[in-house]
C-alpha cells in the first residue's frame, strides 16, 4: 500500500514539475515575442521619421534654390513651397509617434527636425549647402542613436 501511495505522489510529483515547467516556457516565450514585438515598433517609427525627414530635406533644398535662383514671386516657387509645406505636415505623426516611443530619443529626434527646419531661409548657395549638410549629419545621428538602443 505505502509502495503505491508513493508512485502516485510521485507521479502527480512529476505532473505538477512538467505543468511548472511548460508554464515558466510559454511566459518567456511570450515576453520574448512582446519584447521582438516593441522592438519592430519602435524601428518603425525611427524609419517613418527618417523617410519624413529625407522628404522634408529634399522638398527644402529644391524650395530654396528655386527661391534664390528664381525668386520668390515665381510659379516652380510657389509649388515648391506648397510641396515643402505638405512635407513638412508630414514630419509631425512620425515625430510625435516616436518621443511617446522611444523617449531616450526625443531630443535626438528633435535636433534632426530642428536641423531639416533650419534649411528654410537660405541667405545662398553656400548657407543651402551647409544646412542641407547638418540636416543630414543630425539625422545619421538619430538614426546611429536608434541602433544602439534599439537592439
Known amino acids: 500500500m505505502w509502495q503505491s501511495i508513493i508512485t502516485i ?3 502527480l510529483a512529476g505532473a505538477v514539475t512538467a505543468g511548472l515547467i511548460q508554464q515558466r516556457a510559454t ?3 511570450r515576453t520574448a515575442g ?7 515598433e519602435r524601428v518603425q517609427a525611427v524609419t517613418a521619421l527618417a523617410v519624413a525627414l529625407a522628404d522634408h530635406r529634399r522638398a527644402m533644398v529644391l524650395r530654396e534654390e528655386i527661391r534664390l535662383n528664381e525668386g520668390a514671386d515665381s510659379p ?12 513638412r505636415a508630414a514630419v509631425t505623426a512620425p515625430h510625435a ?8 530619443l526625443a531630443a535626438t529626434a528633435q535636433a534632426a527636425v530642428t536641423a531639416a527646419y533650419a534649411i528654410r531661409g537660405a541667405q545662398h548657395e ?11 549629419r543630425t539625422a545619421d545621428e538619430l538614426i546611429a542613436a536608434a541602433a544602439r538602443i534599439t537592439r
Open 126 to 136: 553656400g548657407f543651402l549647402e551647409v544646412a542641407r549638410a547638418e540636416a543630414v
Open 9 to 11: 505522489v510521485g507521479t
Open 34 to 40: 512582446l519584447a521582438e514585438a516593441r522592438r519592430a
Open 97 to 104: 509617434t516616436l518621443a511617446i516611443l522611444v523617449p531616450e
Open 27 to 29: 511566459r518567456a516565450d
Open 76 to 87: 516652380a516657387y510657389k509649388a515648391a513651397r506648397t510641396q515643402s509645406h505638405e512635407t
